[in-house]
């Protein structure tokens, strides 16, 4: 166990920093020497489905992680046992003791420990954020798919009443193009401004029409 982050071991850590217990952190903490791992916190113990800390000893890089980023992380460790100070954070794709897959966020640095130098890892999981994105993507391709395929005509404006984005169906019913629209106000469109002050009123009353 590592009482503190080894606070002598990394420059430029400030004290208050440095004396923080690497075992309290929120996100994984781990130790690496000859590309293995010697020490894990219990939040790199979960995050990797480990049954216990000493599951995870004595594990290599080549086993944890993702056989497409092995190259880039080996080069980084490469890096660190040579130099000095702390590399930028990157993602990498990792597989936890079930098998699963976990994409992080590292950043690592040299450190001394117990009088040799070893690799300091620390890992925040992104996985569900990833999962997230492309689960949005997904929908705004969706959205995209049936806004283009719509026959009538369907329009957003900004709060003033600025024009958005306009679908297709525009060129039929208006006989405009799109991008003549978007960026225009839409009262322009009305045959009288009182239908559009209708709209108005609906969404103050309503929220959405």
Same mark, same amino acid.
Request: hydrophobic share 40%; net charge negative.
């Given at each position: 166990?590592?009482?503190?982050?080894?606070?002598?071991?990394?420059?430029?850590?400030? %004290? $208050?920093?440095?004396?923080?217990?690497? !075992?309290?952190?929120?996100? *994984?903490?781990?130790?690496?020497?000859?590309?293995? *791992?010697?020490?894990?916190?219990?939040?790199?113990?979960?995050?990797?489905?480990? /049954? /216990?800390?000493?599951?995870?000893?004595?594990?290599?890089?080549?086993?944890?992680?993702?056989?497409?980023?092995?190259?880039?992380? &080996?080069?980084?460790?490469?890096?660190?046992?040579?130099?000095?100070?702390?590399?930028? %954070?990157?993602?990498?794709?990792?597989?936890?003791?079930?098998?699963?897959?976990?994409?992080?966020?590292?950043?690592?640095?040299?450190?001394?420990?117990?009088?040799?130098?070893?690799?300091?890892?620390?890992?925040?999981?992104?996985?569900?954020?990833? &999962?997230?994105?492309?689960?949005?993507?997904?929908?705004?391709?969706?959205?995209?798919?049936?806004? !283009?395929?719509?026959? /009538?005509?369907?329009?957003?404006?900004?709060?003033?009443?600025?024009?958005?984005?306009?679908?297709?169906?525009?060129?039929?019913?208006?006989?405009? &193009? %799109?991008? &003549?629209?978007?960026?225009?106000?839409?009262?322009?469109?009305?045959? $009288? %401004? $009182?239908?559009? /002050?209708?709209?108005?009123?609906?969404?103050? !009353?309503?929220?959405?029409?």
């Amino acid at each position: 166990m590592l009482p503190a982050l080894l606070n002598k071991s990394v420059p430029n850590f400030s %004290p $208050s920093i440095a004396t923080i217990p690497i !075992e309290m952190m929120p996100t *994984m903490a781990s130790l690496f020497f000859d590309r293995r *791992m010697i020490y894990v916190n219990q939040a790199g113990q979960e995050l990797l489905e480990a /049954d /216990d800390q000493a599951d995870l000893l004595g594990q290599s890089l080549q086993a944890l992680v993702h056989p497409l980023d092995l190259s880039r992380v &080996e080069a980084r460790f490469r890096h660190s046992e040579t130099t000095p100070g702390s590399n930028r %954070p990157i993602e990498i794709r990792v597989l936890t003791l079930k098998g699963n897959p976990r994409l992080l966020t590292t950043a690592s640095a040299q450190v001394f420990y117990e009088g040799t130098y070893a690799i300091l890892v620390v890992a925040m999981d992104i996985t569900h954020r990833q &999962e997230m994105e492309r689960q949005l993507r997904e929908s705004e391709q969706h959205f995209r798919r049936l806004f !283009e395929n719509m026959q /009538d005509v369907y329009y957003r404006t900004d709060a003033v009443g600025i024009v958005q984005m306009v679908g297709p169906g525009v060129r039929h019913v208006l006989g405009y &193009e %799109p991008e &003549e629209i978007i960026g225009r106000s839409a009262e322009e469109y009305y045959p $009288s %401004p $009182s239908d559009r /002050d209708a709209f108005k009123t609906a969404i103050r !009353e309503n929220g959405s029409v």
